[in-house]
């Protein structure tokens, strides 16, 4: 028998790309659907059957009765949180415990671990990262110096650990003068989401997805946040604490690289960033402000602006080379439908030095534009490549020159429907 393959599906600058109306869209084409990082800090916004979600650590094939959704190792999980996000899916009339399995590997996000997060951010003072604050930083600093909780550990002498950590956690606060807090209502519903948990199938993932690569079956991986978020590839210290290149898919699932076969990047057709951290492109003019009306370009999970520019070619150039991307997916193409000019980073400068590559100290380096003429039309009841106006399909023309890499699948409004194939 054929051995199966995994593809890998990233946002491939900062993230908030639309991967999950891509996943979606991909997931009758897979038998297996993974989330391989990251935790709750990422929504992926999906809007099925005129209803919306937002999925923070279920993967986006959920609402596919016929697939397999796992979380995998990489992942770190928030008991009280997972249950409110699954509880609403079960709501909406979707069953979860037999379509999806959890890996015994992943690690656990204590309610100290979020309080330690806006403890960290504190002492930071001017400096701060822009963390979302749901704890996953000090989970995967605990998960690197090997104290963390896993998920297999709630099935053996649990409570025990649990205070063993807990007081770990409540010690390094009062080193911080950080005692200004009451977790007790929290940790009541955090328990309740640990025993919710053990309804699910817990399981060593990676030798499940292996075994269904070796019966011929395919593998998509969805990842969280954005290639420029990753923790070792990122713009750091503003940045990610997972591994969210093709790289952690590998990590992240426990898959051999050479079972990755194509590698689909999603980007927008400009730039978003949320949080702290340079961002060469960004607009602070009234452009900028209509970018971010336009696009809605709000967090799914946290609510914040983001910040909006145009689109970054120096960026994407290194995050397809990091990832070896081999399909482009272009996103909210017609958020852009009213400019008369389209402006498109092609270089960085600072102190007199001009730069095509993405440089190690990403602060204070200023974009180099070039112009290409707007589109002017609406593009969000357009269905097929042919109808696309001159200016639009010359501008993905450009794209995929500089990029070196097919653009094979463009968005033109959230609608499923409207994600043509190209």
């Known amino acids: 028998m054929t ?3 995994v593809d890998a599906l990233l946002g491939i600058v900062f993230g908030d790309e639309g991967k999950g109306k891509v996943v979606d869209f991909f997931t009758p084409k897979y038998d297996v659907v993974a989330r391989f990082a990251g935790g709750p800090n990422a929504g992926h916004t999906i809007i099925f059957e005129g209803k919306k979600f937002v999925l923070r650590s279920i993967p986006s094939g959920i609402f596919d009765e016929g697939k397999l959704n796992i979380i995998g190792n990489g992942c770190v999980i928030a008991p009280d949180l997972f249950m409110a996000e699954a509880h609403e899916l079960e709501v909406a009339g979707y069953s979860l415990t037999e379509r999806l399995h959890i890996s015994r590997r992943a690690h656990l996000i204590l309610p100290t671990h979020r309080v330690l997060d806006r403890a960290y951010e504190a002492a930071k003072g001017k400096a701060k990262v822009g963390t979302t604050g749901k704890g996953i930083g000090p989970t995967y600093s605990d998960k690197a110096a090997r104290i963390g909780l896993r998920v297999g550990d709630i099935l053996h002498d649990f409570e025990n650990k649990y205070a063993i950590l807990k007081a770990r956690h409540e010690q390094i606060l009062r080193d911080l003068h950080f005692t200004d807090y009451d977790i007790a209502e929290e940790e009541a519903r955090w328990m309740e989401g640990v025993e919710y948990m053990k309804k699910f199938q817990l399981t060593d993932t990676e030798v499940e997805i292996n075994r269904y690569l070796r019966e011929g079956k395919s593998v998509l991986a969805e990842g969280a946040q954005g290639s420029l978020l990753d923790i070792d590839h990122g713009t750091y210290p503003f940045v990610s604490s997972s591994s969210t290149t093709a790289g952690g898919v590998c990590t992240g699932l426990g898959v051999a690289p050479s079972s990755i076969d194509r590698v689909f990047g999603i980007f927008k057709a400009y ?10 492109v960004e607009l602070f003019d009234e452009t900028g402000e209509e970018i971010r009306r336009i696009g809605n370009e709000f967090g799914a999970v946290t609510g914040r602006n983001r910040r909006c520019g145009w689109i970054d070619l120096v960026a994407l150039k290194y995050a397809i080379m990091i990832n070896g991307v081999t399909d482009l997916v272009m996103m909210k193409s017609d958020v852009l439908d009213s400019f008369e000019t389209i402006k498109v980073c ?14 190690y100290d990403t602060e204070g380096w200023q974009a180099v534009y070039e112009e290409l003429p707007g589109w002017k039309t609406p593009l969000d009841k357009l269905r097929r490549e042919s109808d696309f106006p001159p200016a639009f399909t010359a501008y993905i023309n450009y794209l995929e020159q500089a990029l070196e890499t097919p653009i094979k699948i463009v968005s033109v409004s959230p609608d499923r429907e409207a994600t043509i194939i190209r």
């Open 3 to 5: 051995k199966g393959k």
């Open 271 to 280: 730039s978003t960033r949320v949080g702290a951290g340079p961002f060469p």
């Open 346 to 359: 092609t270089a960085y400068t600072k102190d007199g030095i001009t730069t095509t590559d993405m440089p």
